[in-house]
């Protein structure tokens, strides 16, 4: 076991920390996430029967006993498993772990739409196209020519804006130099207000990412499921600093 | 009296058959062939023509080195040279009305991939490999020619061939061509 979790140590790439005592919920990186990702907003009706599709989501929940509760929320995405539960489940391979970037990866042309990966999600980070959604004009100009527009039946999710980092990673041997520490964020961290996202290498450990996630406020959600999570949460509660 | 003849002898049954093969067949070479055959071309651009006088593939194709696509060229570069010659015919007279319109050429696709697949030149053409190992001796051809059989496996063998195993990993990755 001690070895097994070594080598997952060793193999880990890409990470990003969330610090909860600075995101303030604004769902600024959900709609960033949408536009960069064509990912369609489906809607208030859909939304209510559960057929919302956001690959990132601001999870709201309450706080204390009756009448004493407050509102708290936390930002969920996929957490890029290390050993993920959605990847052995597939029947097709289309729910694949990328050996290079060390993420999970969502194959779309060989997804079938059985959706056993999001029934195995712990995080329920998966979403599933139920439909084609038209998107209206001018927005349909928006759509992001560097990812797929996916059909309906398909499962998607957060991908870590892939296409950014193979982005990253081709400018960079294009320059001949390596990637630095910096080079690729995903648009959820770039459009965050207050910086609470952070992402980076977690395998070198001078980054900004690796640094933030050796802190004593740092926790994986649902860690002793043993999915090894790649993103870091910081303990909020506004109980932390100054 | 009816000659006792099996019902597989009898004439009209045999002709049916031949024709419905006959139609299968056709339509399936017809079929192939379209999905072959250059499509019809606005203006038939003559690639052998213009390389033989010496024009680089980058002069038109000017992205290929440095992005993902590899782009057409603007109806303005072609009446940089086309301006001073004269339109002695059809074809010709064609591209000079596009340039006095100040139009763009309404170029169909001939090499394309499906949208799920993200192919990019600059990595291709930093590490030298022509224009020709893909897209087929353009310089001798008169219209741009779609090549046969450009899938995944075509792509992936060309990497396993071109690189060590170490960046096979990287070159084979789903997450490099897919998302």
Redesign the interface.
Known sequence: MAELLKEQEETQKWGMVIDMDICSGCQACVTACSMENNVPFVGEDEMAYGRGLQWMRIRRYWEGEYPEVTPTHQPMLCQQCGSAPCEPVCPTFAS?H????Q?N?Q???RCIGTRYCANNCPFSARVFNWFDYETPAPMNSYLNP????RRRGIMEKC?FC??R??HGR?QA??EGREVEDGDIVPACAQACPTDAIVFGDLSDPESKVSKMSRSDRAFKELEELGTQPKVIYLKGGKSYGG | MKPNVPWWQRGSIRISIVLVLLILVGGAGVGIYYTQAPPEQPIPFPHNFHVGIGAECMYCHTGAATGPSAGLPTTNKCWGCHQQLEPRNENLKLVASFAENEESIPWVPVALQPDFVKFNHQPHITAGVSCETCHGDVASMTVAEPQPRHNMGWCLDCHQKMSTPEDFVRLSDCATCHY
Do not use: F, H, K
């Open positions: 694949v990328s050996q290079e970037e993420i990866v194959v779309y042309n560097d990812v797929s527009v991908t892939v296409q980092i193979v081709q041997a294009a």
